[in-house]
């Protein structure tokens, strides 16, 4: 059976997150896994997620983002030993749920870049 990855917001999810208070301040946290290489363009995940970095910048910027931490797990300190370490962990604030929701809905914004870098990722809503 093949592993299930996860790259894109489930509709359901968005939903209930979208119907919070908009007011009410938010980190996200992203665990990335990136994929070997991209089709698209011959580069690695990672090179690939920089070009998305630098692409989302201006969209963090009007959103009143501030990037948190970025940073490669190194061990598993509690949890099992043989579960592979995500490739990277992003934190990022955002001022008002109103503020990341007007991020990601705002045209051009680069979520296919996003997507194409990755293998898999998790995208979890912090208070």
């Known amino acids: ?3 299930q990855s ?3 917001i489930n509709p ?3 939903k209930t997150f979208a119907q919070l208070p908009m007011d009410t301040p938010v980190v996200m946290l992203n665990l990335l896994k990136f994929k070997d290489k991209v089709p698209e363009t011959g580069l690695s995940g990672a090179e690939s997620y920089k070009g998305y970095m630098r692409a989302a910048t ?3 910027a009007k959103a009143n983002a501030e990037v ?5 797990p190194q061990s598993m300190l509690i949890g099992p030993e043989d579960e592979s370490l995500w490739d990277k ?3 990022v ?3 008002t749920i109103a503020d990341f929701l007007g991020m990601v809905k705002a045209e051009g914004y680069p979520a296919h870049l996003r997507a194409q870098a990755l293998e898999d990722s ?3 809503h912090c208070k």
């Open 1 to 3: 059976m093949a592993e």
């Open 6 to 8: 996860y790259l894109e």
């Open 12 to 14: 359901e999810q968005f």
């Open 58 to 60: 201006p969209f963090f």
């Open 68 to 72: 948190l931490y970025m940073g490669k």
């Open 89 to 91: 962990v992003l934190l």
């Open 93 to 95: 604030k955002y001022r």
């Open 122 to 124: 998790r995208l979890i």
